[in-house]
């Protein structure tokens, strides 16, 4: 394990250090594990809390801004936070329009904000309202699986939804917005290679020289199938057909070319230019595209894409302002 | 000794949480492994993050009843496990403490009643049922041997003995199973064959309650 | 080898089409393989010129736009681009006050600029100034050596010298400015891993499991030594020492962070949080900072820091509006 | 056949170029080899899509003239390499061009001639001395070998043998040396035990012209 870490106990807590220092105009609780726009609590604007397992950064601390969250709460690498942080987080974020708690769909996260949720009600009396993202085709959404996990669309739910809360919408407006958002995303990821969690010290799984996943989850997860290596076109038809065999995207989208960590900009940028081809051949029109690492898998070398349904509505509050170290234009 | 063969002392439910911090620690990597065939390679990170943190909290603050034992337990597993255990893990000893309360036994029937309603809890927390590979097979189980055991007039030494061994047929009887739930769910068919990681940790779990009530 | 690429051969074509896909306020030469801002060239104002091997992004392409350059050429990976493609570039961007090129101190980018500025001056009568980073203190600076290698000081002379530019400068002050950030700067890099030219198709170097190279060029060139692993702590001090070594820099600073392509930003973030520890002790006081991948070396681990003396001028440049897709604030 | 013997014919120096050419496809990956020891890996990849550009230039358009054979190959070559090896072999054929101007045929003194100035043209673009562990160190024993076997009496062929011999002697004696120009440099005294890629490419380009003469 090749890492720039300290110690893999350390992980988390250290790499927090780094972005307080990185981003004076956020302010972290070090105890808690959360960081927060500095200017948080801003009155009667519906307060954005997110958060997850670390690892997948920028999201979500990195998405933490003037446009976007007010808080994120950092779990360890690949685990869930615990919902006292989330409680901790919401009370503090809390500028009496109530907060919406931004959840990637996994069991630990669900419960989790869950049991965060109980908890800030019971308290401090804050009203809580929740969106569960739940945009990534690989899984089969039934009775039979915890679901669609949530991925991609998560980092267009917090900056639509952030904008819509900047604008002053209530909590109701801004709730539905959020889910208007996720209902009308899809995503699909590849991994040419495993990533390594540092507590665990060697890769999640063992992926052949000549060999990639397809449908593979952000934390390693496995996904549809495992295949024989391909050239970049023929991986992009593998990622955009499932996405458009699930949702009709004829009409406006905004499209994220999203990097898992390891893969250089330069073969993002790449992969963006074929699956452009392939949108553009379904009668897909991208409006606006994010090409770069926005939520990632540690080392992972890979890449997924992520295509929203976008009216007039959700682009106006896309080309909104936004400040955050991650996502940041118009301010 | 007729006190203590009747009923689970402080004491003896302080050993209990001792006994299964030890085998977390011991089976760390085991768990860990497990986890790796069809989840993401934490659990034994997790469970031992969050028992080693009980130990400390116990260490420090010295619970006088069993209520306050067991919500000690629960709070501190709620807020450093994180991930999907630590909100069911931490669920099962909140209720047993709530439904224990403020006193320094518990009889087997007692017992018994704080272990359902933990059962309970875990079941409305994680909306899984027996079946669906997870935690809950060995659960399930094992808290119906125990009460079963106390009914038919064990003593709760025996109730507890019945209660690892139902564990364990609950564990084993994960792996033939399709997950449903949790993270293996994502794997399908291809989750068949391997162990439910939190069905071991429960296994373990009840290997500590009757070493405990022994 | 696994990348997302079509072939070894078109990687860097088949990038610039999704560069172009992505963002369409550039223009792509795909011919010359150059990267335009969409409103160049702009009357009175001095063009700005870079380019360099690729594999290297954001840099250069990434960092055109308002407020920073004009053009980028491409090369193929790790080779630098060609005169006519420099001198095309320089045709192009000029409004009639010149233009300058910014070129990293490497001998096959001196020698290929050098051709391109006689080529424009003969043919064209484009007045070409130069400056040439050369901020690596990993190298001895000596007649015996090519000299020291621009590395990170780069990002900075380009935007430095990008918002100078925008702000009407005339030729002479632009490229002093220029020259002047490249002398107040030093980087110093280190890789846990190596990378891999597409083309070459195998890893630069091999580096064991246990062991990294401190101060690494972003081609993979050797450093001053390979040493066993060590804590996040460990290097940050490996790398700073020999930067303050250098040069005083005692006085407030720009510091980057910059990630080689393959580090997650966690382990960025983590590193920073060292390498400001150490620069408080040191005296060194933070006026801005960078942490993210910036000046890449393919998919290599590793990181590197960069340190410039920024006084009230710096400062305000560096300040100022810029609108690239690697770059953005203040617009 | 006197007149082939004293002169070469501008067939014989496309022969030049395309054995060359054959030679540089042939060690593509041991010139790559011996870059990836002390520079980036990459000179064989360089000077063969240097070459091959080349090639498919000479397809189409036939130069009628020496010094419009040699501009077209050294300007082929400028803009199609990059990294060092682009602006120097590029010069070094530009030069010669130059030198040789609009003919179809040059003698042994005309093509020493032309040979100093491209090697005085790499001097100048490259800035290396004979013993930095560059091309120059292969070039220069090379072109002097050349001259002095022509004002010796010698054949073309003989010359461009002795040529041959030289530039491998040229190649050879960048092993022991230190590396002070280029990417080898960085390398300081581990650049010592390895042959220079561009020397070994140099040698390449006199064996071409040695075949091409003979
Ligand atoms: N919905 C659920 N109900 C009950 N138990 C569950 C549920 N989901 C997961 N589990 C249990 O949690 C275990 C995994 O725990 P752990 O690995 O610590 O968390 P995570 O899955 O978040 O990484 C599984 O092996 C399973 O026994
Ligand atoms: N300043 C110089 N003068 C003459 N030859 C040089 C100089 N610098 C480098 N070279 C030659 O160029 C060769 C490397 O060429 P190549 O690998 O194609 O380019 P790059 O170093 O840009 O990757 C070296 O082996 C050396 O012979
Ligand atoms: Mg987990
Ligand atoms: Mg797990
Ligand atoms: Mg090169
Ligand atoms: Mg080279």
Known sequence: MKKLINSPDDVVADALVGIAAAHPQLRVDHEHRIVYRGDTPRQNKVGLVSGGGSGHEPLHGGFVGAGMLDAACAGEVFTSPTPDQMQEATKVVDGGAGVLHIIKNYTGDVMNFEMAAEMAAEESGVTVET??????????????????????????????????????????????????????????????TSCTVPAAGKPTFELPEDEMEIGVGIHGEPGRHRVPLASASEIAQQLVEPILADLDFTGDTIVMLNGMGGSPLLELYLMYGEVKNLLDRAGVTVARSLVGNYITSLEMAGCSVTLLRADDELLTLWDAPVNTPGLRWGV | MVAEAQGATLGQLRVWIDSFHTLVAEQKAYLTELDSAIGDADHGINMSRGMNAVAAKLDVSSPSTIGELFKTVGM?????????????????FLRIGTSAGDVEELDGSGLGTALQAALDGVLARGKAQVGDKTMIDALTSAVEAFRGAVQGGSSIADAASQAQDAAERGRDSTTPLTARKGRASYLGERSIGHLDPGAVSTALLFTALAKALA
């Not at chain 1, 690989?138 to 991609?152: E, H, I, M, N, W």
């Not at chain 2, 501190?76 to 099962?92: I, K, R």
């Open chain 2, 76 to 92: 501190t597993l709620v807020s450093t496990v994180g991930g999907a255990s630590g909100p069911l893990y931490g669920t099962f």
């Open chain 1, 131 to 192: 969106v569960v993202t739940n945009d990534d085709v690989a899984v089969q959404d039934s009775l039979y699986t915890a679901g669609r996990r949530g991925v991609g669309i998560t980092v267009f739910v917090e900056k639509i939804a952030g904008a819509a809360a900047e604008q002053g919408m209530d909590l109701a407006t801004v709730a539905a917005l959020a889910r208007r958002v996720n209902e009308s995303g899809r995503s699909m990821g590849v991994a040419l």
